[in-house]
């Protein structure tokens, strides 16, 4: 089995700064990629940011310039750094990561429980 447990999220004011974290433990044997994606009342599911196992990083357009993604490969472990937060990034924000449990199977998308982040003006 294959958990990711994020931490992080709240509540802040527009300009302010939250910082999430996401560990992925269990059955791993491989991750490719790591994210963030969120979803906010109505909408459907975005991607936030991403980053490889070999540094190729992704970022949505409306975060670029004020969100960092980072990831530790030892702890199996992606952060998001969220800073100068607007109104409309309150989501809820779900890790994700695409990583094979044994030699013998090919990758597989899992995802975090969520984390409400919400930015209030």
């Known amino acids: 089995q294959v958990q990711l447990v994020e931490s992080g999220g709240g509540l802040v004011q527009a300009g302010g700064s939250l910082r999430l974290s996401c560990s992925a433990s269990?059955?791993?044997?491989?991750?490719?990629?790591m994210g963030w994606y969120r979803q906010a009342p109505g909408k459907q599911r975005e991607l936030v940011a991403t980053k490889t196992s070999g540094g190729r990083m992704n970022y949505a357009d409306s975060v670029k310039g004020r969100f960092t993604i980072s990831r530790d490969n030892v702890k199996n472990t992606v952060y998001l750094q969220m800073n100068s937060l607007r109104p409309e990034d309150t989501a809820v924000y779900y890790c994700?990561?695409?990583?094979?449990?044994?030699?013998?199977?090919?990758?597989?998308?899992?995802w975090g429980q969520g984390s409400q982040v919400t930015v209030s003006s």
């Open positions: 994700n990561a695409d990583l094979k449990s044994s030699w013998y199977e090919g990758y597989h998308d899992y």
């Open positions: 269990g059955s791993i044997f491989s991750i490719n990629a």
